[in-house]
């Protein structure tokens, strides 16, 4: 379900928005660990969703039709 969304996110018109630490997978929590800090993580590119992310970004940017004004 989150790659659907995802994917509806990031081909749609405009400027993708995406959560904070979606591509990492964090869950988040109550608070205060509501918010996980992303750089002591190491930015691991080796989530499944950083990589369906970086996908689907490298073919949005293929696709001259997403650059017209």
Do not use: C
């Not at 509806?8 to 918010?35: A, S, V, W």
């Amino acid at each position: 379900m989150l790659k659907n969304a995802l994917s509806y996110i990031l081909t749609g018109d405009g400027i993708p928005i995406m959560y904070y630490g979606t591509e990492q997978e964090f869950n988040g929590g109550d608070d205060p660990n509501d918010r996980e800090p992303l750089w002591p993580t190491g930015l691991n590119t080796d989530t499944e969703i950083y990589k369906f992310v970086s996908t689907i970004n490298s073919a949005r940017k293929s696709q001259e039709w997403f650059n017209e004004p």
